[in-house]
DNA sequence: ATGTATGCAAAACATTTGCACCTGG
DNA sequence: CCAGGTGCAAATGTTTTGCATACAT
């Protein structure tokens, strides 16, 4: 049980949060709206409610257990926090998503804020395209 | 006049997608949000309905004359598509954005998405942090 | 107990759409 | 003239909030 993550992170340990964080980690290839997470509990016979689920998602990103993704269409999705940054392929027809991380890539991001006096925080490389092999609906 | 821009675009040059036109080159190195152009047209004295606004900047987005980002933050900023690509260095505080190109950079993506069976259509790289040295509230 | 968290419904936003009227070519 | 564009208001979809109730410690 992650009661003790969730209090070190200053949360109570109630069951919503822990519902929610276990969806998370049974999920953790894939990124999940607040939606998402809410069908899923329901379709699990949990009771929760959609509010809660928005306000449990944006405390753990508060709390850093969880990143916040602002891909294209408007929603948000979410993702447990493996404290490894990576950056994503998001297949625009599939919405399927692939991870990576690239020292190099890193590397140069790093001088190129640098140069231009900022200190970075965090950042997020998102490359949209089309996947071409795998089960995506259009080959 | 860029009449001609809008006509090769297969859009009829109309009043207000001149204007809003007008305002997208006029503040190049912003990125404005609907809203952004919709109060500064009606600041101009020009009069004009905000659904206008969006489906002018999502016609213009289909025609690529314009590119759509979406930010930290909910809402879509804009900005005109001069051609060349390029990445965004976002201030987490004084939102300033500041834009650059590396060429490294865009050859791992292309090597990373390939190895990953992907075929890259667009792509976004945004870099979040601090201003050091810029005119940032924060120093 | 008691301060917090939850659920529900209502509110707040950002964006889209239906429809009658106006406009560019 | 006529297809397409615009404005307004209403609809949508997502996320937030107020408040009375329920829960963890």
Redesign the pocket.
Known sequence: MD?GEL?KAG???????LRILSILEKNNDLHL???DVYKALLEAGE??????V???L?QFEGAGLVIRHNFEG???VFELDSGEHHDHIVCLECSKVFEFTDAAIEARQQRIAAQHGFRIGEHSLVLYGHCTKTACPNR
């Open positions: 009661s209090r949360l109570k340990a109630t069951l919503p949060r709206s607040a939606e009771e929760i409610g959609l509010a809660t928005y306000r449990v944006t408007g929603r948000s």
